[in-house]
């Protein structure tokens, strides 16, 4: 079905019974880890071989379709939105790295959501391209009676990932004004099971 390093689709059903209103189905959409090439000031436009290029274009054909799933034997609605959960790019939204990523996803027809990776942050930070894009490196929306949440684990200029504390007391307000009953998506670019969260 979807080909990169991370792919992968969300089916929801209304089998969220406890909702406090029915959760229509739906889809989205996850990629991550595009590692788009970076692009230095003066320096060529990247070929269309680049890493990433082709298959971007090929996501965003596919992702206009309904997907069929073979396990289940069974076609999803066409895909309402697309999270890309970080490295995105190689080394940070460099001169025209940024621009070149949006260039590439602007096929997409459908709202694309992104969350910072460390790759993204290490080097050359995203927080500028995250407030432009989404007011902050945290953000929320509401979607078919579900609310979606993208954090930042990307430690600034250090490629092992964190959640500070204003991560923490920025997702505590954000899900105290959400109702109980609410199923809720949280996306960041690590595990937080994994040894390597501070």
Partial sequence: MLRTR?????L?????????????????????????????????????NDRS????????????????LDPWNMTTPIPSFT??????????????????FERYFS???????????????????????MRQRHGGDHYSFSESGCHFVCINTATPQDP?????????TWLADDLSRVARDTPVFIFRHHQLSSRECA
Wanted: glycine share 4%; net charge negative.
């Fill in 6 to 10: 991370c792919l992968s689709l969300v």
């Fill in 12 to 48: 929801v059903t209304s089998t969220f019974a406890v909702a406090a209103s029915p959760v229509p189905d739906f889809c989205f959409l996850q990629v991550s880890d595009m590692h788009i090439s970076p692009q230095p000031a003066g320096s060529p436009d990247p070929s269309p």
């Fill in 53 to 68: 290029v082709s298959t971007i274009a090929w996501f965003a054909e596919e992702a206009a379709k309904p997907q069929h």
């Fill in 83 to 100: 999270i890309a959960t970080g490295d995105l790019t190689e080394y940070g939204p460099i001169a025209k790295t940024w621009s070149n």
């Fill in 107 to 129: 096929a997409l027809d459908m709202r694309l959501y992104v969350a910072v990776g460390n790759h993204d942050n290490t080097w050359t930070g995203m927080m500028q391209v």
């Fill in 160 to 168: 092992m990932p964190s959640l500070e504390q204003r991560t923490l």
